[in-house]
């Protein structure tokens, strides 16, 4: 059964920095990338990483986000930094077809279960 499992999510203090790992169990062959969803707001998309190790962001998620994956057969983390109160949520792995680009929400095809991100003032 194809699953994302996400880790490395907690609490930091603003200006701190964290990594995110997501391992996944694929039954077919899909890029991975990362959503959050901030309190009060739309789920968003944060970034996605192709097969050739091409990265592709958000706008709003570039300057402090980092996604990368160093083979087929390893993890796919996220490295935030600078974290804001703001970036306080829950952050999803996720799988959808390689496209070139951003998913987009109905571009996914499977979900992880998430992992929280508490940034305090």
Same mark, same amino acid.
């Given at each position: ?7 490395? +999510?907690? &609490?930091v203090?603003?200006?701190?920095s964290?990594r995110?790992s997501?391992?996944a169990?694929?039954t /077919? ?8 969803q901030?309190? @009060? ?5 944060? *970034?996605?990483?192709? &097969?050739? @190790?091409? *990265?592709y962001?958000?706008? &709003?998620?570039?300057?402090r986000? /980092?996604?990368?994956?160093? &083979? ?6 996220l490295?935030?930094t ?5 970036? $306080?949520?829950?952050?999803y ?7 070139? @680009?951003?998913?987009g929400e109905? @571009?996914?095809?499977?979900? +992880?279960?998430? $992992? ?6």
């Amino acid at each position: 059964q194809a699953q994302l499992v996400e880790s490395g +999510g907690g &609490s930091v203090q603003a200006g701190q920095s964290l990594r995110l790992s997501c391992l996944a169990s694929l039954t /077919t062959y899909l890029c991975l990338g990362w959503f959050r969803q901030i309190p @009060g707001k739309e789920r968003e998309e944060v *970034a996605n990483i192709n &097969s050739d @190790g091409t *990265a592709y962001y958000a706008d &709003s998620m570039k300057a402090r986000f /980092t996604v990368s994956k160093a &083979s087929a057969n390893d993890p796919l983390y996220l490295e935030m930094t600078s974290l804001k109160p703001e970036d $306080t949520g829950m952050y999803y792995c996720v799988a959808g077809p390689c496209r070139g @680009g951003l998913f987009g929400e109905f @571009g996914v095809v499977l979900w +992880g279960q998430g $992992t929280q991100v508490n940034v305090s003032s």
